[in-house]
Structure formats: structure tokens, C-alpha cells
């Protein structure tokens, strides 16, 4: 790989991201101060300002849309950003990984089971022939003298979640990879007309009154839905009685409320059509299909709420024969060849969950412009997201070349809010913003609280 490049790595992906949802931005309009970055063979801290820097500008023109102001990009803060923003004090966060989760060398190769969700687990379990309560080291010696692909096969036939590691030329041939490769970086497709219109944002709270329902889980949506609250959107986050991510929790769920509805029951189904009918934004990250099995497709969902801005992630792109595939942030990497390393050599993913936070940052740009589409036309509209998609923009920014920048160092104290945030689980700061849009204040009205701790409903 060469580094030919200017330390400017994020002028690239920002441009590709900023034209993927239909902005021309004046050059200058995202400024960013610093030079170190995460210690990678890609521009991980390139892309945290590149994603942040259209999350912020879309801020920026909502603030002010007569004259939005450049925004200012922290590339110190918003590589931070990229792994935990909570420090805790006096009490620590849960373990966020299950034990079984990690990667395991096969007979041929390596590859990585995902099992934090316990349903995962026991189907990746019951796919190895293993009990439950099966070890690391029964794990791996299962795994040992079986093919990677096959593991594979086997625990996603049994709807685990688990993958191979791939080389990048092998995904760039993989039928998926060709399919990804295809595909624009955010899918765009009209809405409803008819949308009720807020009045004039407010420049200090620009997302003051509007109201998202969030449908997410780990990780990219609840950053996205994070980044709306902290400009100060009403984000009203849904989850089953049986979810649980403890490890994760008190990292996303600042600023929102969380209330349990089960979809599946009458009575839930009847519950979100009311609160569909009542928001502005809806922000989820089921498989394709999985909300029209509900009967929430897409035209349903903008005959419910006319102007409806719709935007959702997927793990594996939105077409190809992966397209329903579970999937996360760190199988993707394997698949897409961001963690090799080498024939002989074992996995060396990224340092951070980079495309998670990278496409939450994305979607939250997504919802920002289709409120701006909104206001000039009625209409709703919806927007589609990929993991597997912003692997490839990474990929394509590494193999254009780029300056290995001078390695960041984890944030010391002075990089956290002195202000106390009163979470369920105890004191904590957080870090401070990694961006700066003028006029507009990053702040969350409410503490980080537990799933399930209000009820559905708008306030």
C-alpha cells in the first residue's frame, strides 16, 4: 500500500458522503484541527472526520440555512469518539463481548463467531454440535480441524452469526463483494407527501420538536440516534422485554428514553403505528424484510406518517444473496478482508468499531437531509445504509494512499466534559465534543438510563 497522499484523509470520504446524499458544500465548509490518528493500516481517523464532518454540517444548515458556518472537526476527539465516550466514576462498565465471541483458527484459516445476544450464541453453539455452556478451548478445538467456510455455512444456516476471514481481493470476487461494489453508499428513494412542517429551527437547538422512534441495536444506530439527541431530538428508543446489552447501554442511551413494546403482539403493533403516526424520523436496523413481515414495508410505514424520513442500516449491503445475512461490525471486517493481515497471519481488525460509528454518523446525515428535503417539498423519503458499503469506501480511500499520521494516544482527563452525568449506573463524564457548529450547543437533556425505563410513548 502506498501513502502518497496528503494528511487531508478525510477530504475524499467526505466528498463521496456529502454526494451520497445529494449536498454540494463550498470548500472550506468542514474544517479539520489536528494531525495524530488511530494506529492502522487504514484511515480509520480520516473516516471519523469525514463521517462526523457531514453529520455536523448537515447541523450547520439546519442552524442556519440561510448562511450555514463552516463546522470544526477535533481529529483527536473524534477518533475517541470512535471507540467509548463514557468514563466512569467509581463504578465499572460490564463486559461488553460474551467469552465465546472472538476468532478461532480453522483447519485452513481463521474465523470469528459473534455471540453476545444469547440466542446467537446457542445457535452458533447448537450449529458446532456443542452444548450451551461450551468453553473457549472446547470452542476452538471443535473449530481446529473444520474449514472456515464451512463453519461459516454451518452456524449462519442455523441463523448464528459468524465469518470467515477473507483476504480483499477474495471479497472483491466474493458475489457479495461485486454486489457491494455496485451500490451507490446510501440508497435514496422517495417518500409520502403531505408532511406537517415545524416551524423555523431553532439555530442553538436545531433538532428541538422533532421526534425519532429507534428501532437499533449495537452499534451504528444508536450512535446515529446519540448524535440527533445531542442537538436536541426527541428520540423515543423501542426494544423486546428479552434484548439485553449491558456493556453498551450506558454508552448509547444518553439522551433518550427507552421503553420495551413487543411488535410481534397485536397490541405492540397497534402501539408503534400510533407512535409512527406522531413522529418525524424513524431510525432502524432490522434485516431487509424483517419489518414487512410485520407489515411495516415501506409504503405502509409512509401511508401511516406521510413525510416520514426513513433511514435504516443493513450489515451486508442491500442487494446480493448476503443481503438478509445477520451481521456486525467486526464479521464484516473479516469478510471484506479489513482484518487481514496476511497468508500466514492471524486477524488484525481495525482498532475501533470504525464502520459502525462511521455509518451512524452517516445515517444521522441521512436524517438531517431528509428533513431539509422536507421542508422544501413535504415530502418523506428513505435512506439506506451499509456496513459492508462503508467498508468499501475505506478500502478505496487506503488503496488511493494516504500519510501514516503520528499515532493518537488514548484521551487523557482533559478530553472529558468536567460536567457530572448522572447515569442509572452511577457519576460519569464524557467526552468532550468532537465537533463544533457555530450557534448550535451539543448537550442531551436527559443522563443515560437502562432499556425499559419509560413508557411508549411521546412526551
Not at 390 to 405: K, S
Amino acid at each position: 500500500m502506498t501513502h502518497l497522499m496528503s494528511p487531508s484523509d478525510h477530504v475524499g470520504m467526505l466528498e463521496s458522503m456529502l454526494s451520497a446524499i445529494g449536498v454540494e458544500a463550498p470548500p472550506g465548509s468542514v474544517c479539520v484541527a489536528g494531525r495524530a490518528g488511530l494506529a492502522s493500516r487504514y484511515p480509520v481517523s480520516g473516516l471519523a472526520c469525514a463521517a462526523l464532518g457531514a453529520a455536523a454540517l448537515m447541523v450547520a444548515r439546519r442552524s442556519r440555512p440561510e448562511a450555514p458556518r463552516p463546522v470544526l472537526i477535533d481529529r483527536a476527539r473524534a477518533s475517541w469518539w470512535f471507540g467509548f465516550s463514557l468514563q466512569p466514576m467509581g463504578w465499572v462498565l460490564p463486559e461488553v463481548r460474551d467469552a465465546v465471541t472472538g476468532d478461532y483458527a480453522a483447519r485452513d484459516g481463521w474465523i470469528r463467531l459473534h455471540a453476545n445476544a444469547a440466542h446467537h450464541r446457542r445457535r452458533a453453539l447448537a450449529a458446532l454440535g456443542l452444548s450451551d455452556d461450551a468453553s473457549r478451548g472446547v470452542i476452538a478445538g471443535r473449530i481446529r480441524h473444520e474449514g472456515a467456510d464451512a463453519v461459516e455455512a454451518a452456524i449462519v444456516e442455523q441463523g448464528g452469526c459468524a465469518a470467515a476471514l477473507r483476504a480483499p481481493g477474495a471479497w472483491r470476487d466474493h458475489p457479495q463483494g461485486r454486489a457491494v461494489a455496485a451500490e451507490p453508499l446510501v440508497h435514496r428513494l422517495p417518500g409520502a407527501a403531505g408532511a406537517a412542517t415545524h416551524g423555523a429551527p431553532d439555530p442553538v437547538r436545531p433538532l428541538a420538536g422533532v421526534r425519532v422512534l429507534d428501532l437499533t441495536r449495537v452499534l451504528a444506530g444508536p450512535t446515529a440516534t446519540r448524535f440527533l439527541a445531542a442537538y436536541g431530538a426527541q428520540v423515543l428508543r423501542l426494544d423486546p422485554a428479552w434484548w439485553e446489552e449491558p456493556g453498551m447501554v450506558p454508552e448509547v442511551t444518553v439522551g433518550k428514553r427507552c421503553a420495551v413494546l413487543d411488535l410481534r403482539s397485536p397490541e405492540g403493533l397497534a402501539q408503534i403505528q400510533k407512535l409512527l403516526a406522531q413522529a418525524d424520523v424513524l431510525v432502524h436496523g432490522y434485516r431487509p424484510g424483517a419489518l414487512d413481515a410485520l407489515g411495516l414495508d415501506t409504503e405502509t410505514l409512509q401511508a401511516i406518517r406521510p413525510g416520514l424520513v426513513d433511514v435504516c442500516l443493513d450489515a451486508w449491503g442491500w442487494t446480493g444473496p448476503w443481503r438478509e445475512r445477520r451481521g456486525f461490525d467486526s464479521l464484516v471486517q473479516m469478510s471484506a478482508g479489513l482484518a487481514w493481515a496476511g497468508e500466514e497471519a492471524a486477524p488484525d481488525p481495525l482498532p475501533v468499531q470504525a464502520l459502525d460509528q462511521s455509518a451512524g454518523y452517516l445515517m444521522a446525515a441521512c436524517v438531517l437531509r431528509g428533513l431539509e428535503l422536507r421542508r422544501e417539498s413535504g415530502r418523506g423519503g428513505v435512506w439506506r445504509v451499509s456496513l459492508a458499503r462503508m467498508a468499501r469506501l475505506l478500502q478505496d480511500a487506503a488503496d488511493a494512499g494516504f500519510v501514516v499520521p503520528p499515532v493518537l494516544e488514548a484521551a487523557p482527563d482533559a478530553a472529558y466534559d468536567p460536567a457530572i452525568e448522572r447515569t442509572a449506573w452511577g457519576p460519569a463524564q464524557r467526552l468532550r465534543a468532537p465537533c463544533l457548529v457555530t450557534d448550535a450547543r451539543w448537550a442531551w437533556d436527559l443522563p443515560a438510563g437502562p432499556l425499559r425505563g419509560s413508557p411508549p410513548e411521546w412526551w
